[in-house]
């Protein structure tokens, strides 16, 4: 990778929105994996443990979607929904954090 390109990446990665973006949308996360553990645990054969939990939060916030753990339960595909929508959201901050810093950039040269 040239010199440049690192050098701008940490830059971004370094940036204060960057990094409260990034804790935000692991705390969501966290607390995604609980309440569909708390939802689907014992009703859902995919999800016996926290970490079935958090693998699911995972795909989902992401929108990957693999359909290995899937909710059935009403409550599980509201908290889906939402997190698809939250996940949509901050990857488009992401985005919008990283291509503002290259068009300030561009418009200093």
Not at 86 to 97: N, Q, S, Y
């Amino acid at each position: 990778m040239p010199r440049h390109l690192s050098r701008k990446l940490f830059h971004i990665f370094a940036h204060h929105e960057f990094i409260y973006l990034t804790l935000i949308g692991n705390a969501f996360i966290g607390v995604t994996a609980g309440l569909f553990y708390a939802l689907e645990a014992g009703v859902n054969t995919s999800v016996s443990s926290y970490q079935d939990a958090l693998w699911w939060a995972v795909v989902t916030i992401t929108t990957v979607g693999y359909g290995d753990v899937v909710p059935v339960t009403g409550g599980g595909r509201l908290l889906a929904y939402f997190t698809m929508i939250f996940g949509m959201a901050i990857f488009a901050c992401f985005t919008g954090i990283i291509v503002q810093h290259f068009l300030s950039e561009a418009k200093q040269h």
